[in-house]
């Protein structure tokens, strides 16, 4: 078994995707952790504000598998192939680390996820595992946090329920 990473985001009808794939992940994986859920301005394009959470769960899939697991979890919630890789969105979810891997693969399975350079990635993740280590530079999440210019990319706390 792994500890697996997941970032979560939507940014069209947020509470109702999140919530159905918290749900369906707690029913593949069992117990996970959950982070607390913030909004954030859209990046990469001029969208509506995303609210983003990270997810911690034990798993045997391999990472392709696991990626493909996922892939299917956004497809079952409406997640649109067709579009920009850029825009509005039902469910996007990444694995942002696995185990202490590094990972450049097929469908987008990069690992960890560049986007942890990003707010809306990094906070969620380093409140559920802030002695987690990145598996490149070596510095815990919680320290990745301490150094990072929050003032840039601003976060507000969003209720999911």
């Not at 997810?55 to 892939?71: C, I």
């Not at 956004?74 to 996007?92: A, F, I, M, Q």
């Not at 987008?108 to 990094?122: D, G, I, T, Y």
Request: aromatic fraction near 8%; avoid cysteine.
């Amino acid at each position: 078994m792994e500890r697996v990473y997941l970032s979560l985001g939507s940014n069209l009808e947020p509470r109702r995707y999140l919530n159905a794939a918290l749900g369906e992940l707690r029913g593949r994986f069992g117990g996970i952790a959950v982070s607390p859920a913030y909004r954030s301005k859209s990046v990469g394009f001029d969208g509506a504000d995303f609210v983003n959470l990270a997810v911690g769960l034990d798993t045997d899939l391999e990472p392709g598998a696991l990626n493909d697991w996922l892939h299917a979890l956004e497809d079952r919630h409406g997640r649109r192939r067709d579009v920009p890789r850029y825009s509005d969105r039902t469910l996007d979810v990444d694995i942002v680390l696995y185990g202490e891997r590094v990972i450049d693969g097929p469908g987008h399975l990069q690992v960890p996820r560049k986007e942890l350079q990003h707010a809306f990635v990094l906070k969620p993740l380093a409140d559920i595992a802030p002695q987690v280590r990145h598996p490149v530079s070596g510095r815990t999440m919680a320290a990745l946090w301490a150094a990072f210019p929050q003032e840039r990319e601003p976060l507000s706390p969003e209720p999911l329920a």
